[in-house]
């Protein structure tokens, strides 16, 4: 009998070097249609009008729902060992009407 170690399958992934640098966000848009959500991640400079898009991920509501379980679930971890994140006084959702592309 295989041991379930064994059986297991391993996922090896590649990462780019391009990739594997990362990028620093400071600004989340989300849309979602029936079939899929959007996730656009975006950098915007201080003092400037301009911002850019350093990632567009399209995900199904299922993976969507668990990528929110283990943000979650790492964002208690951190706090239980870090203590509170600070949002800030003035946190509000924001509606983007006035965004454009180019």
Known sequence: MEKKEDQAKKLEIVVDDEVAVGSYINLALINHSPEEFTMDFIYVPPNSPKAKLRARVI????????????????????EEKFGAINIGPNLQWTSFDNVGHS
Do not use: D, I, V, W
């Not at 995900?59 to 951190?78: D, I, V």
């Open 59 to 78: 995900s199904c509501p299922a993976h969507t729902k668990r990528f929110l379980m283990a943000l979650q679930e790492n964002l208690r971890r951190y």
